[in-house]
């Protein structure tokens, strides 16, 4: 079992502080993923819970006992690195049973346990083999395998698929979904990528600059991102953004058209940010009163569908997903529809959600 609990954690390396406070509860048996841009702290926090780099300030507790002082070793952790670290003059048995034997289990639990890993890692073929006689994909089961070996209650993996190519990526991925549930512990995944948290996650950490975004399940966060950050890096394409004046029920884009909707935010701000998805707009021909005037850019074919990609007075090109069979030549002049209730709207001030 493991049940996390994070409050208020910084960390400072030197003067520096790279994560500014972060609370965090997880329940036993998630699946975690922490996702944010490169440099916004996901590996340092990761590493903070699994005890290899102190924490400056605030307490981490696992299964309700604190752990700021209690060695790596005896966190009942297992890691696996961006970078395999695997022990290259050891075979790939030798590498899993390492561990292992390190906790002190006998010699029969050792090979009972690494038999487990290498029928669900696929790995038999290879156990005599040295790392360098391995591939890349090779190399990261045979260390997510070393990590399986220990039982761990609390699995944290950092960037694990990042040196695959795509297919062998989202093999590997279900694997781990499929492992983590056999093993019935708790998970804590970091990547960058947020396709990959959107499809692996029981809820995901979006973190950005050492601080938490928001804290969700995939389905909140792309339905009611917290902010416009969130909102920008979840989903893909990503959403529009357009900056809008209210007047009543009318908003209206300067120099790029108005609309009417039904409902808007209860706040009173005067100027709002407008955010669509790709699958909340729709495209048509020709100028036309209510919607927002668009040139198009370039029409995506993807089989069951294609985007559109359009320009809005001189913002960056904006996305909106239209039927396989869509076709529009470079630079026609087009309308864009919104549908009201997939409209999401922030402060321009926060740039924090406003409710509806
Ligand atoms: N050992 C270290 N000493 C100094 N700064 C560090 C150290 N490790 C990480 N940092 C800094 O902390 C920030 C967060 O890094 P990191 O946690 O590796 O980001 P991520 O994993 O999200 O890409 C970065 O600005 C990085 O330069
Ligand atoms: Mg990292």
């Not at 953004?241 to 884009?253: D, H, K, P, S």
């Not at 996305?319 to 076709?327: F, L």
Request: with cysteine.
């Amino acid at each position: 079992m493991a049940q996390l609990s994070l409050r208020g954690i910084k960390k400072r390396f030197k003067s520096v502080e790279v994560l500014h406070g972060i609370d965090l509860d997880v329940k036993d048996r998630e699946l975690i993923v922490f996702v944010g841009p490169s440099g916004c702290g996901k590996s340092t926090l990761l590493r903070l819970i699994a005890g290899l780099d102190p924490i400056t300030d605030g307490e981490f507790r696992l299964n309700d006992k604190r752990m700021n002082e209690i060695a790596p070793s005896r966190r009942g952790i297992a890691m696996v690195f961006q970078s395999y670290a695997l022990y290259p003059h050891m075979n790939v048995y030798e590498n899993m049973a390492f561990g292992a034997r390190l906790m002190g289990l006998g010699k029969a639990e050792v090979e009972a346990r690494i038999g487990e890993a290498t029928r669900m890692l696929r790995l038999e073929a290879l156990l005599e083999r040295k790392p360098r006689e391995l591939s890349g994909g090779q190399r990261q089961r045979v260390a997510i395998g070393r990590a399986l070996v220990r039982k761990p209650q609390l699995l944290l993996l950092d960037e694990p698929l990042s040196n695959l190519d795509a297919a062998l990526r989202s093999e590997v991925r279900l694997e781990i979904a499929r492992l983590h549930r056999e093993i019935g512990g708790t998970t804590i995944y970091v990547t960058h990528d947020q396709v990959e948290a959107m499809t692996l996650a029981d809820r995901i950490v979006v973190m950005n600059g050492g601080r938490i975004e928001q804290f969700g399940s995939p389905r909140e966060l792309y339905e009611t991102p917290a902010n416009v950050f969130v909102a920008n890096f979840i989903g893909s394409p990503r959403m529009a953004m357009l900056t809008v004046e209210r007047e009543g029920n009318r908003l209206t884009a300067p120099g790029i058209g108005q609309i009417s909707l039904p409902r808007l935010p209860s706040s009173r701000e005067r100027e709002l940010l407008m955010g669509v998805r790709p699958d909340g707009m729709s495209i048509s021909s020709g100028t036309r009163q209510d919607g927002f005037a668009a040139k198009v850019v370039y029409t995506e074919y993807l089989g069951d569908s294609a985007y559109v990609y359009v320009r809005m007075g001189d913002g960056a090109p904006v996305s909106v997903r239209c039927g396989p069979d869509t076709q529009y030549a470079p630079d026609t002049p087009v309308t864009i529809s919104v549908e009201p209730e997939k409209v999401h709207y922030f402060s321009r001030e926060t740039a924090q959600r406003l409710a509806v």
